[in-house]
């Protein structure tokens, strides 16, 4: 029993890491990462497991991802700053009728429309316009026009069967030609 309870204490110590070593320890798996290491040999040079390994480089992954996002809308908020500065300054000119001032001013507006999200694509109205002629559409007139788009798709994939067999016979001729050819050369 003293043994086991030994043992025991061991394996929680073993597991009691410090946030140092283990913030080093990615740091040396990042390291090993970027000299196009495996898994397998950072695991082996680190004396760690493999999902010890796996789990450090999510968990890095996870941090470089929230600090992108983060970095991110921090220089789009600086952009966006700069462009409310670039349009101040310009003001005046453009109050003034000055051509360089007014196309400046139009530059960063037009930036500031696209940062913001106010240019969004227009929508095709395509498909609106068909299901607008749809829903004008009799029962008998929708299900002639099902049939007529099923029996073309069919006609299509008939046509691919077909070419696709065609091309597989001429490939099998040739074959079998160069098999006599060769057993004529015997």
Same mark, same amino acid.
């Given at each position: ?17 410090? /946030? ?17 290491? /495996? ?12 999902? /010890? ?121 040739? /074959? ?11």
């Amino acid at each position: 029993m003293a043994k086991q309870k030994g043992v025991h204490r061991k394996k929680a110590n073993a597991k009691k890491v410090s /946030t140092a070593q283990i913030q080093e320890r990615r740091m040396r798996v990042a390291m090993l990462l970027l000299a196009r290491n /495996t898994y397998r040999q950072i695991a082996r040079q680190l004396k760690v497991s493999l999902g /010890t390994v796996a789990s450090d480089v999510e968990a890095m992954m996870q941090e470089w991802r929230s600090d992108s996002v983060a970095a991110i809308g921090e220089a789009k908020e600086l952009d966006l700053q700069h462009i409310a500065m670039i349009i101040r300054a310009q003001l005046p000119g453009v109050m003034r009728g000055e051509i360089p001032a007014s196309e400046m001013t139009l530059k960063a507006l037009t930036r500031r429309a696209k940062m913001l999200g106010y240019d969004a694509p227009e929508q095709l109205q395509v498909f609106d316009d068909k299901l607008t002629e749809i829903e004008q559409m009799t029962q008998e007139e929708v299900d002639a026009e099902i049939n007529k788009l099923m029996a073309e798709r069919l006609q299509e994939q008939n046509a691919a069967r077909n070419h696709r067999a065609k091309a597989t016979r001429q490939q099998a001729g040739k /074959t079998a030609g160069a098999r006599k050819k060769t057993a004529r050369k015997k």
